[in-house]
């Protein structure tokens, strides 16, 4: 491979770095747009994501993951807790510590965000994209996963 080969194999690299990142971020806000559970800002989002994904935790771990302030995330779960999305256990190794899981209405809440949104997501391949295009759609997805690990 020639050094021209090389600034232009990175040029057209970065290019479509670029345009990936707007791409997947336009697509990202539509899907949000679609349906958000109640109004939760982003933080509380995050926090109740991490609860799905993770499980249970004391408010310092998911500040720990979240990249947060126990403090910070302290308030959350507080509003998280009022609006009934979120509940406390006390910590049967340490007393002092509380352990929070999502409720069963959050849960449920969550299940219809995302069927909501995947709803949306399979209706517009359907109608905007041909068949082939969704082979490669496929194939797309397939690298994007790649590119996610």
């Not at 990175?10 to 707007?22: D, F, M, S, W």
């Not at 979240?66 to 009934?84: F, H, K, N, W």
């Not at 049967?92 to 219809?112: F, H, N, S, V």
Request: net charge positive.
């Amino acid at each position: 491979m020639t050094a021209l080969q090389s600034t232009s194999d990175a040029t057209r690299a970065l290019a479509l770095a670029g345009e990936l990142r707007v791409t997947i971020g336009r697509l990202s806000r539509r899907l949000r747009e679609e349906t958000r559970p109640g109004n939760l800002t982003a933080s509380q989002l995050s926090a109740v994501g991490r609860l799905d994904r993770d499980g249970p935790a004391t408010v310092t771990t998911l500040a720990r993951a979240e990249g947060v302030r126990p403090q910070s995330m302290g308030a959350t779960i507080s509003v998280l807790e009022r609006e009934g999305l979120v509940t406390g256990t006390s910590d049967p190794a340490d007393g002092r510590q509380t352990i929070y899981a999502l409720t069963a209405e959050c849960r449920r809440t969550l299940k219809a965000s995302r069927a909501a949104r995947e709803d949306w997501l399979f209706r517009a391949i359907q109608a905007k994209l041909t068949t082939r295009e969704q082979e490669k759609l496929g194939m797309v997805v397939e690298l994007l996963q790649r590119l996610s690990e």
